[in-house]
């Protein structure tokens, strides 16, 4: 992950706005804990620092549309400054 701050509110919000814009279903996976990818507080839940792996899992007709949108915002570092 490119974020020097790692999974804070700001990327959370971030990947929970993005995955609200499809129809799919998301889940957001670290270290074997899971949380809904639609939920800010959910996804916060995964206390996930730098450094570590998200996984993204998507179901739905729009699955793939989502999963390289959120490739694409964690590329951008979520867009805060590195």
Avoid: W, Y
């Avoid at 670290?30 to 206390?47: F, Q």
Wanted: hydrophobic share 45%.
């Amino acid at each position: 992950m490119p974020n020097a701050a790692g999974l804070h509110a700001r990327p959370c919000h971030a990947i929970a706005s993005t995955a609200l814009r499809f129809q799919a279903q998301l889940e957001v996976i670290c270290e074997g804990r899971r949380a809904n990818g639609r939920s800010i507080l959910e996804l916060m839940t995964l206390n996930a620092p730098t450094g570590k792996v998200l996984e993204f899992v998507a179901c739905g007709p729009d699955a793939e549309g989502l999963v390289q949108a959120l490739v694409e915002l964690v590329r951008s570092g979520f867009g805060e400054p590195g």
